[in-house]
């Protein structure tokens, strides 16, 4: 028909190969088409093509071959900042992804290889689930989930209530960790997630345990594994009873209703939030 298609947008990574940050259904479709994957359907403007294999089309076939396909890469001298940006604003079509499938595009290496062993731990990958643990999250969730700790527990401090730029940067910085802080880092996870499971019960983690009913939220995720990981095996074990009880009193607390009742991401909320869980906490443990 000589419409042309919409351009293809790459992203040139570190080794000089071509990221497709638009366009993979295009891309992937003509490829799959050209192998003799499927044959054309609903061919309104070609009525005689209907239920054709692109090896039927005689040569009809060299007109798709020499179809121009307009690309556009961009550079790696190009800020990742603006990559992010810009692949965020060509994600407006039927399928949009996720922030962190954009992240695990944009940022490959060994920690993102990390973020994604570490959300097929049970407890991350069924997190928030249906009842019955049944629906597995999507869209990375449970990498997003396991980067949130790392961004908070190392960089906490730098927070300003952007939380989409704040784990942007800190998956930038990921991209040049080395094998030692990666293993580092494994091991921190994994320490504070057995620290929560040490003290609550499957169906309570990361719940509000004072409610009949246990939903799982952010919230509660942030400030146990944040918090929990940090004290000594043998203290948890020791002031278990103490700690749920401090835990199950915040959850009580008006004031930390209000917190957890909207804008859960402000600044202002999660700084407050971790002032009254670390109030209830020292007590809990002196």
């Not at 239920?51 to 307009?70: Q, V």
């Not at 949009?96 to 695990?104: A, N, T, V």
């Not at 527990?153 to 730029?165: H, I, M, P, Q």
């Not at 309570?204 to 944040?226: C, H, P, W």
Request: charged residues 30%; hydrophobic residues 40%.
């Amino acid at each position: 028909m000589r419409i042309p298609l919409p351009s293809c947008y790459f992203a040139e990574n570190e080794n000089r190969a071509h990221l497709v940050i638009d366009g993979v259904q295009r891309i992937t479709t003509i490829m799959r088409f050209m192998n003799d994957e499927f044959a054309l359907e609903g061919m309104t403007a070609f009525p005689d093509l209907e239920g054709k294999k692109f090896s039927d089309l005689g040569t009809l076939a060299a007109d798709l071959e020499t179809t121009t396909i307009r690309c556009v890469v961009l550079r790696n001298e190009n800020p990742k900042e603006l990559i992010a940006e810009i692949f965020s604003r060509l994600n407006q079509g039927a399928v949009k992804l996720s922030d962190q499938e954009i992240r695990h595009a944009l940022f490959a290496g060994d920690f993102n290889d990390l973020l994604h062993d570490l959300s097929e731990n049970e407890a991350i990958k069924l997190f928030k689930a249906a009842k019955g643990g049944q629906t597995q999250n999507n869209s990375r969730e449970g990498e997003e989930l396991v980067l949130r700790y790392f961004a908070f527990s190392e960089d906490g401090d730098s927070y300003s209530g952007n939380l989409t730029k704040f784990l942007d940067q800190f998956m930038q910085k990921g991209v040049s960790f080395t094998p030692e802080r990666i293993e580092a880092l494994k091991e921190s996870f994994r320490s504070s997630l057995e620290a929560c499971q040490l003290i609550f019960e499957k169906e309570e983690l990361f719940t509000n345990i004072s409610n009949a009913r246990k939903r799982q939220g952010i919230v509660y995720y942030d400030l146990l594994m944040n918090s929990l990981g940090k004290i000594d095996r043998n203290v948890l074990v020791e002031k278990k009873s103490s700690i749920r009880k401090a835990y199950s009193e915040l959850c009580q607390s008006s004031e930390f209703a209000r917190l957890t009742a909207g804008g859960v991401q402000r600044l202002t909320s999660v700084s407050r939030r971790n002032e009254l869980w670390d109030q209830k906490l020292r007590v809990a443990l002196s």
